[in-house]
């Protein structure tokens, strides 16, 4: 994984960025700082399109509605220890 070492200081300047760069793959803005997010591992994704097709084959939903999304949330450390990240999944 590389990460790119460019600097924001609007969001403005991001959103121009990644429309001139046409930038692939997944990337978070921290601190300002662009960084490319590592790609999902093999087994995850299998299980993730595992569940997709149990779900749509159990009739739950149609499978034109499941959709698999992750979302981090960075959180503030009020004890020492606490994670930094929550993973919520949606």
């Known amino acids: ?7 924001f200081t609007t ?3 991001y959103l121009s960025y990644s429309d001139a760069t046409q930038m692939e793959g997944r990337y978070e803005l921290i601190n300002g700082e662009l ?5 999902e ?3 995850n994704n299998w299980i993730a ?3 997709q097709f149990l779900l749509a084959a159990a009739k739950v939903s149609p499978l034109r509605l499941i959709r698999i999304y992750a979302l ?3 959180v503030p450390v009020l004890r020492p220890h606490d994670a930094e990240n929550r ?3 949606s």
């Open 35 to 39: 960084v490319e997010l590592p790609p």
């Open 1 to 7: 994984m590389t990460q790119a070492r460019v600097k």
């Open 11 to 13: 969001f403005e300047d």
């Open 87 to 89: 993973y919520q999944w």
């Open 72 to 74: 981090e949330l960075q």
């Open 41 to 43: 591992s093999e087994l």
């Open 49 to 51: 399109n595992y569940l």
